[in-house]
Each structure stands twice: as structure tokens, then as C-alpha cells.
């Protein structure tokens, strides 16, 4: 079965620094990778995602993620974090279509805090 | 309306009460999830529906009961619920195998008194 681990549940940075969100997976086929956001009292919020071909993937509000296969990594990073990026962030892996159905497995989610 | 749609955004119910909360998604998917979001826990899967019919039931206390009338409209039921019900109830549409991923809604923050 797959699994996701997101390291840090609260990442903090500063307005203008670097952010990395780090995801990584366990599956036995490589799978498809998401990252989510969530504002506060709001749902999740789709940011990017991985299925095949390109490894480095770019999604909405300048954020991006790179899947690598050797690491069952899928880290988030953004060059130069917005006081508007707080929020919680969740990875997230699902199969590819094997018949019958699947589900998205979610990591616990990271809160990210950017301050000036 | 777009995407996927949830009422009431919010709720507040006594232990006695019965509610419903509505889901409906307008993207033309095949499967809809109810999910729970508790403070400080991970994201619950409580329920899948899958061209109407349930194929998942995360061992979920009978005092919520879904209901999926049709591929666009989800309900959960709810009667005799606790105070530790009290959470973020979030409703998710896909098509076929997810592999674009979930939609969700924006929740129905229900408190439980």
C-alpha cells in the first residue's frame, strides 16, 4: 500500500526566502503526486501535480516540485516566499489506474508561517 | 455554479439534532468522498462513492449515513452526534482513477454543542 510522509508539520520562513516543503512516498509502482494547499476554513486547493513525463513540474502562485524517482521524493519549493503563501500544505500520492478504483492518500500536512 | 459546491458552510447542532450536509459538483466526475478534518489530525476518509455506489466505508459510526441520490449530488445525514464530531467536513469530486487529482469543496465547518 502507498504511504506519504511530509517532514515538519510547521515550516517557518521569511517574506523573500526560500521555501521547501518536503514530501516523500512509498509505493510499489511509481504513483501519481500531488500538493494541495489549504487556506484557513477553507477546502484543499489543487497546486500541482505529477503523473508522467516531465519530472519538474510547475503549478499556481510560482510554486513547484520535482519528482524524483531514485529518492521517492516530490519536495514543494518556491524561490521567494509571499506573506500570502501561509497556509497548510499537504503532498499527496495516488495510483495509477490498475482497474477498479483508487484513492488519493494524504500526508499529514505541513503549516507554513511566513513572517517579515 | 462551478466546481464543487457544499452547504451549509456552517453549522452548529445540538446532540439531539438531525441535519443533512450537501455536496454537489458540477464538473461532470464519477466519484464523490466525504472527508473529516479534525484539529490537529490528518484528513479522514469517511466515505467513497463511485458511479453512485459505495465502495468504501472507513469504519465510520452509523450516526453519519451518506447518501448519493446521483453522480453529481452527495449527502451526510447526521443524528445523535457528539461534541467530537465537531470538525471540518469536506466534500471531494474525481474522475474515473483520480488521476487528475480530487476537487474539493470548501467545507462545512460543523460544531456539535
Known amino acids: 500500500a502507498q504511504s506519504v510522509t511530509q517532514l515538519g508539520s510547521h515550516v517557518s520562513v521569511s517574506e523573500g526566502a526560500l521555501v521547501l516543503l518536503r514530501c516523500n512516498y512509498s509505493?510499489?509502482?511509481?504513483?501519481?503526486l500531488f500538493w494541495y494547499v489549504q487556506y484557513p476554513n477553507q477546502g484543499l486547493q489543487l497546486l500541482l501535480k505529477?503523473?508522467?513525463?516531465?519530472?519538474l513540474v510547475k503549478g499556481i502562485n510560482g510554486f513547484e516540485a520535482e519528482f524524483k524517482k531514485s529518492e521517492t521524493s516530490f519536495h514543494l519549493t518556491k524561490p521567494s516566499a509571499h506573506m500570502s503563501d501561509a497556509a497548510e500544505y499537504f503532498c499527496a500520492v495516488i495510483l495509477p489506474f490498475l482497474g477498479g478504483y483508487n484513492k488519493l492518500i494524504f500526508g499529514a500536512g505541513t503549516r507554513l508561517a511566513v513572517h517579515p | 455554479e462551478t466546481g464543487v459546491t457544499q452547504t451549509p458552510r456552517h453549522l452548529v447542532m445540538g446532540m439531539t439534532n438531525k441535519k443533512s450536509l450537501k455536496c454537489e459538483q458540477h464538473?461532470?466526475?464519477?466519484?464523490m468522498y466525504w472527508y473529516k478534518q479534525s484539529a490537529k489530525k490528518p484528513l479522514e476518509l469517511m466515505f467513497v462513492?463511485?458511479?453512485?455506489?459505495?465502495?468504501e466505508n472507513n469504519s465510520v459510526p452509523s450516526r453519519f449515513s451518506p447518501e448519493c441520490p446521483n453522480s453529481s449530488h452527495l449527502f451526510l445525514h447526521l443524528h445523535t452526534l457528539q461534541p467530537e464530531d465537531s470538525a471540518l467536513y469536506l466534500c471531494?469530486?474525481?474522475?474515473?482513477?483520480?488521476?487528475?487529482?480530487?476537487?474539493f469543496g470548501s467545507g462545512t465547518r460543523l460544531t456539535v454543542v
Open positions: 464538473l461532470g466526475h464519477n466519484a
Open positions: 462513492y463511485n458511479f453512485k455506489e459505495q465502495t
Open positions: 505529477y503523473t508522467t513525463g516531465a519530472t
Open positions: 509505493s510499489s509502482v511509481p504513483p501519481y
Open positions: 471531494a469530486s474525481s474522475q474515473d482513477d483520480g488521476g487528475n487529482g480530487y476537487t
